[in-house]
């Protein structure tokens, strides 16, 4: 069917919505007639030929061998597919013997859909398409658009005809129904305003994934071939790869078996991709119903080639139980061990933020990776995913630990940039990642960035947010750049560019600087007085004792409505504890023996402001002792933040005195790599004076928390001559703190093909304002003249 024939189908088809369905369903519930009858239809039209064969094959069962069960290969021989259908009834025959007795046709409609085998009635519980019959038979509807459905003048069937005017309707291949399927998806998802993420790939995407997927290993394809999509919506990916290696005139025209795997949660789409696969003669017990990251439906089962669009930027809040129990994963599909900076293999985090799932798509495929020892070739894995799957996540992070996994495993072989609008519904940017576990030698330890992004031709027409295309010949480019493992630089701004890395190339060390705590102390009347509140509850502490005054310590629980009240109003949104800890009377009486204790201190020691906290500390201690006082640690941190504030003239605030001699010094070198008069540079200060250092004694200072920074360190750098180079001269009382570091991976496109373009020299933008003067003169005395 050529292009022209199958735009005329789909409108024929969509306009059967218009003329049926308008006064019946509002416009957004059209495609739950719609796609189910198209659905239907054409099962009905694949079956039409072997009507009498299988009916021959029920009498036969039933009354010449007594089955009391129907046999189900009988019925399928008998069919020529792995469906059939039982009752008398055809589409064209419920038409044709329809009157207007409306229930009669339901009747006689749901007695045709409970002939069907059992894989189609799941379709068609699937597809809710009882209800619908009887909805639009109530409606007086159904009869019309069963007559539409069966008219002369389309042709939904894989055989040619003729129209009720002798002109030839072309056959509708296999190929052309699912081109009709997803277009009608698409103009219902551009209709209904559908997620970015819901839409179907275009076609032409889906082409240059099979090239890059199959062609490097067209000459060594296994024997039996398994394709997987883990979001196969209608099945489109699957489908066209199997095309792809299948067709007799293409390029790789293998002549092993294929057999499709996919799972979709969309009930709808898991129907039409269902369908799909019992027209093509693929085993529609491969494609499952419901959520992928929920339930492995494969455990245990690995796949040759997976392909898939998953949904991006799209919450998988709703199924972390099903992965994770508090903070263990629970689901080893995305379990991952990691090594730490001392080289320590642990259990890392590969959960990105709930908020976006499409990373565990790709961990989920990784998961199905066939070992080498079970298939020389491997598996090869291409994926769509937006720009979020680069850099999101922290080092340390779930999106940064799986890139971190997937490259140091040497498992990421190339990353294609995709031109804006080429899907039909989002214009953001989109990246094809090609993976395989089986890289030739000259790819390992590599991975190849290409941007494809100035690579498009524009459409006569947009197609929802879709205003370009992949050309074959730009596909060609782009394939033939990833075989040869080619660095291409831009020519001008519309070709193609790549480059390729080391996989290190992508990681980096996030390394933890750390600055002193330097703090000046004074106690006084109002700081000790912010001690009768508790800081994580202050706001409400603060309107109870304004409001009530003593009567929060004497009679609090009388007072609990109206605090609870209060708080429900300024929305504070409290969780049970805090509730608890706000009206429990000894919380209260704690914070009120905090600022008595500090009130004593502050008669002993005064009022005068200390720039050495040390000092301070010291006097504090004392007193405490001489008061006969005992505090808890957590309690005398309260009371002296409460009376210091961070001064960068204060003296630096000191955390303790390690000694390090001996075995001691020489595992601490070992550890931070690095010698013993480098040790400043890691958080450890000689005693005493320049002129009298006391040697074997080192200082550590207490460390300011709002000065803390972080330094990315490249993987392939020395964090400490970095150390010394970017950060020292700016920041001499800087340190590392080694021990915090984290490993981290990112790529940027941004960063990797960016090119400058240098600004206009000033004599010429000099020019063209003047001559804009002019001419806005010359404008102005004209229109003066003119008035």
Request: net charge negative; glycine share 6%; with cysteine.
């Amino acid at each position: 069917m050529n292009h022209q024939s199958h735009n005329k189908l789909v409108s024929f088809i969509w306009s059967i919505a218009d003329d049926c369905l308008r006064d019946v369903y509002v416009r957004g519930k059209y495609r739950d007639v719609i796609l189910p009858m198209v659905v239907l239809r054409r099962l009905d039209a694949l079956l039409e030929p072997g009507k009498d064969e299988v009916m021959e094959e029920v009498r036969f069962q039933r009354e010449e061998a007594g089955f009391t069960e129907l046999d189900v290969n009988g019925l399928q021989a008998a069919s020529g597919y792995v469906f059939y259908n039982t009752s008398v009834w055809t589409l064209q025959k419920l038409h044709d013997t329809a009157t207007n007795n409306q229930q009669l046709l339901e009747a006689n409609f749901t007695d045709y859909l409970d002939g069907f085998s059992d894989n189609v009635k799941e379709i068609i519980r699937k597809f809710n398409l009882k209800s619908q019959v009887k909805h639009m038979a109530n409606k007086d509807v159904l009869l019309d658009v069963l007559e539409k459905f069966t008219s002369p003048t389309i042709n939904l069937t894989p055989f040619e005809k003729l129209d009720p005017e002798g002109r030839k309707l072309p056959a509708l291949s296999n190929l052309g129904m699912g081109y009709v399927f997803e277009e009608l998806i698409r103009k219902f998802n551009e209709e209904n305003n559908e997620e970015a993420g819901e839409h179907f790939t275009p076609r032409e995407v889906i082409d240059l994934m099979t090239h890059v997927i199959f062609e490097p290993i067209k000459d060594r394809l296994p024997p039996v071939m398994t394709i997987y999509d883990p979001a196969c919506g209608s099945g489109g990916m699957l489908t066209e790869s199997q095309n792809f290696i299948k067709d007799e005139d293409g390029l790789i025209r293998a002549k092993g078996d294929v057999y499709l795997f996919g799972k979709e949660i969309n009930d709808e789409t898991y129907a039409i991709c269902k369908s799909d696969m019992m027209i093509k003669g693929n085993d529609p017990e491969n494609i499952k119903n419901g959520s992928t990251l929920s339930t492995d439906e494969f455990a245990g089962k690995q796949f040759d080639f997976m392909l898939s669009n998953p949904p991006y930027g799209k919450s998988w809040a709703s199924e972390q139980r099903h992965i994770k129990d508090g903070n263990e994963v629970i689901d080893s599909r995305f379990r991952i061990k990691l090594k730490n900076y001392w080289g320590v293999e642990e259990d890392a985090d590969a959960i990105p933020r709930s908020s976006d799932g499409q990373l565990l798509f790709l961990m989920e495929m990784v998961s199905k990776i066939k070992p080498l020892a079970a298939s020389p070739s491997g598996s090869r894995i291409a994926s769509v995913h937006n720009g979020s799957s680069l850099f999101t996540g922290d080092a340390g992070g779930g999106e940064s630990n799986i890139r971190r996994y997937l490259i140091e495993n040497d498992l990421l072989d190339a990353i294609i940039q995709l031109p804006n609008n080429l899907f039909y519904n989002t214009g953001i940017t989109t990246y094809i990642w090609v993976l395989t576990n089986s890289k030739p030698a000259n790819r390992q330890g590599k991975v190849q960035l290409i941007d494809a992004g100035p690579l498009y031709r524009k459409l006569r027409k947009n197609l929802g947010a879709k205003n370009c295309e992949l050309a074959p010949e730009h596909i060609t480019e782009i394939v033939k750049t990833y075989q040869d493992l080619a660095i291409v630089d831009r020519t001008g701004d519309d070709g193609l560019a790549s480059k390729v890395f080391d996989n290190a190339d992508f990681g980096y060390y996030k390394v933890t600087i750390e600055r002193p705590k330097r703090l000046k102390a004074q106690f006084s009347a109002e700081r000790i007085a912010e001690l009768r509140f508790d800081n994580k509850l202050r706001e409400p502490m603060v309107w109870a004792w304004e409001t009530y005054g003593e009567r929060v310590y004497t009679d609090l629980p009388a007072l609990e409505k109206d605090i609870i009240d209060w708080c429900e109003k300024q929305e504070l949104n409290l969780a049970r504890k805090q509730q608890e800890a706000l009206l429990k009377p000894d919380n209260w009486l704690k914070q009120q023996g905090l600022m008595n204790t500090a009130t004593k201190l502050m008669k002993a020691i005064g009022t005068d402001e200390y720039s050495n906290f040390n000092i301070f500390a010291r006097e504090v201690e004392m007193e405490l002792k001489a008061l006969g006082l005992k505090l808890s640690a957590s309690e005398k941190k309260q009371i002296m933040d409460a009376v210091s504030w961070y001064d960068a003239e204060a003296e630096k605030v000191i955390k303790g005195t390690t000694k390090l001699k001996g075995e001691k010094l020489t595992d601490l070198l070992e550890h931070l790599n690095c010698t013993e008069a480098q040790l400043p540079d890691f958080g450890y200060f000689v005693t005493g004076t320049p002129d009298r250092e006391k040697p074997g004694e080192y200082l550590e200072y207490e460390t300011e928390s709002d000065l803390r920074d972080t330094e990315n360190v490249p993987l392939k750098e020395d964090i400490h001559d970095y150390f010394l180079r970017e950060v020292k001269p700016h920041v001499s009382e800087a340190w590392i703190n080694l021990d915090a570091t984290k490993i981290g991976y990112e790529i940027s496109f941004n960063k990797y093909f960016y090119r400058h373009k240098p600004l206009r020299d000033i004599a010429a933008v000099s020019a063209d304002i003047l001559q804009l003067e002019d001419e806005s003169e010359g404008l102005i005395k004209a229109i003066l003249a003119w008035s």
